[in-house]
Structure formats: C-alpha cells, structure tokens
C-alpha cells in the first residue's frame, strides 16, 4: 500500500480547505503510508513555491515542468539517490533540502544556477570530486554536507576548509557562518599559525 502524490493533495485540500493549485506552500509529508512515487499530479501545483514531500519513501525525482513557481524543493528522509531532472525549474529553483537520503553523486545540480541553498546532510557523497561539481553555481551561499563519507576522518575545522576549496564563495556551512581565517586557510593563506599542509 501506498498514498499517491494525487490522493495526498486530494487530503491536503480537505484539510487547508483551499485548491492546491493556487497555493503557494504544499506540504505532503509524513503521509501514512507513505508516497513512493512522484506522479504528474505534482505538475498542477503551479503557484507552489514551497513542496515538502519529506519523509515518505521516495526514491526518484521526475520532471517537474508545471511548477513554474518553485523555490523550495524539500525532499529530506526520503531513498532518493540521485538528483536528477529538475532542468525545467532552473530559473527558479533556489533551494534544495535533501538531507537523510542515499545521495552518492551531484550530477544534476550544476545548471541550476540560481541555487542559493543546498541541504545534504547524512547522504553518500564518497569523493570531493562530486562537491566540485557545485563551484560553477554562482549564487550557491548556504550548503549541508555533514554525516557524509567525505568528511571522514577529518576535523570540524578540516572539513569546512576542504569544503571552501571547492566552493570559495559560500557563507554557510553546515549551519555555521564561514569565518574569514577559515576563508584564508582554504586559500592556502598562512595567517602565521600553523604551516599549511600540502
């Protein structure tokens, strides 16, 4: 059994008591028992800037074309694993959360360029190489990474540096704002501290 993304905007209707698709906040999480696939019902929302579909069972995305007004596509606790198919929203989709999935590869990110935030805490991501695939979002300011392979073995203060080598223009990383010795650092300045290690 499962509740379809169309039976649960059915019941958000019953409950708000207005159509879902003038609204510009739809939330459909935590539906019992929980969605598992995304359907084109997702597409009449075309007000919509906020869609949570957090904690259900989701484990791909599908284009997203209708929904013209997105900013905020909140996907967290899902079994999603890769990111995919959002190109339709690039213009203006400005925020990802997307933390406790099965996230290994940020493929399908890079064009969308008015990307401000980006939650992925507690995912798959295994190699740097795949947050180097973010440093072309010019706007990209407020980032999640931590409970991610990536940071094993290295300190708090190991992993923020490591993250502004590859993405120097953030101001936000796992919830903390970026310091300008931090900032240094990952630039390789020495502010008379410590040597910096190759």
């Known amino acids: 059994r499962m509740t379809t993304c169309n039976l649960a905007i059915k019941a958000w209707e019953g409950r708000e008591k207005q159509a879902a698709e003038e609204a510009e906040v739809v939330k459909l999480y935590c539906q019992i028992p929980p969605i598992t696939k995304l359907d084109n019902s997702l597409n009449t929302l075309k ?57 290994s590869t940020l493929d399908g990110i890079a064009q969308l360029h008015n990307l401000t935030t980006l939650y992925l805490s507690n ?25 991610n392979p990536i940071y094993d073995g290295l300190s708090r203060e190991q992993q923020r540096i490591e993250v502004l080598k590859y993405l120097p223009n953030v101001a936000k990383i796992d919830g903390d704002m970026v310091k300008p010795g931090e900032r240094d650092a990952a630039m390789g300045i020495d502010d008379g501290g410590a040597e910096a290690e190759g």
């Open 47 to 103: 007000n919509c800037v906020h869609l949570s579909l957090s904690t259900n069972s989701i484990d791909r995305l599908i284009p997203l074309a209708g929904m013209k007004c997105l900013r905020i596509l909140s996907m967290g606790r899902n079994q999603i694993k890769k990111i995919e198919k959002l190109d339709d929203l690039a213009d203006t989709l400005e925020e990802l959360w997307f933390s406790y999935n099965q996230i």
């Open 123 to 147: 995912n798959n991501i295994r190699s740097w190489s795949e947050v180097a695939k973010l440093s072309g979002l010019p706007n990209l300011r407020d980032v999640l990474f931590v409970g």
